[in-house]
T-cell receptor
């Protein structure tokens, strides 16, 4: 079964520092992978997606992720953290269930940005 | 372009009651998925509707049911509410049911069961 694992439930960085949020996937077929962000008391917003085109995917708000098949990873990075990046981040893989395409999410990583 | 909207934003019910949550999909989208997000966890897939038919379901009991209407809006119904049903319920819409299509989420409905 396809799944994702997010390493680190909490990550704290200083403003201006590199952000690295880890996601590893398990899939026997080429996966479709997504990163979503969730601000407090809100729904999920798509940051970026990998659909087997370029392995380096650029998203919104300066985030990017690199698909590495050899490491089964899809880590999310941002060169310089901003206070507004503080939120919960979810990695997800799209899986076919019957004829439905469902998203299977990781457990999430809460990003804290300090001054 | 109107995004995904959900109503109500908050709801409080008691055990055994029934609840209906509503979702309007993003303009042009014909597929709606529902997810349950318990506190501190990632969303869990409940089911998906494509062109008014349920085309996939997660590990949820039959007391979770849904509908999709001709305008592609959707309802989630939960009967015989249990305390563990307390969660944020998220609706997501997409164009088609292919895995590579991104799903756009609404703000959610916070359900509290007492």
């Amino acid at each position: 079964a396809q799944s994702v694992t997010q390493l680190g439930s909490h990550v704290s960085v200083s403003e201006g520092a590199l952000v690295l949020l880890r996601c590893n996937y398990s899939s026997s077929v080429p996966p479709y992978l997504f990163w979503y962000v969730q601000y407090p008391n809100q729904g999920l917003q798509l940051l970026l997606k990998y659909t087997s085109a370029a392995t380096l995917v650029k998203g919104i708000n300066g985030f990017e992720a690199e698909f590495k098949k050899s490491e089964t990873s899809f880590h999310l990075t941002k060169p310089s953290a901003h206070m507004s990046d503080a939120a919960e981040y979810f990695c997800a893989v799209s899986v076919l269930t019957g004829t439905a395409s469902k998203l299977t999410f990781g457990t999430g990583t809460r990003l804290q940005v300090t001054l | 372009e109107t995004g995904v909207t959900q109503s109500p934003t908050h709801l409080i019910k008691t055990r055994g009651q029934q609840v209906t949550l509503r979702c309007s999909s993003q303009s042009g989208h014909n597929t709606v998925s529902w997810y349950q997000q318990a506190l501190g966890q990632g969303p869990q897939f409940i089911f998906q509707y494509y062109r008014e038919e349920e085309n996939g379901r997660g590990n949820f009991p039959p007391r979770f049911s849904g509908l999709q209407f001709p305008n592609y809006s959707s309802e989630l119904n939960v009967n015989a509410l249990e305390l563990d049903d307390s969660a944020l319920y998220l609706c997501a819409s997409s164009l088609g049911d292919w895995e590579r299509n991104e799903q756009f989420f609404g703000p959610g409905t916070r359900l509290t069961v007492l």
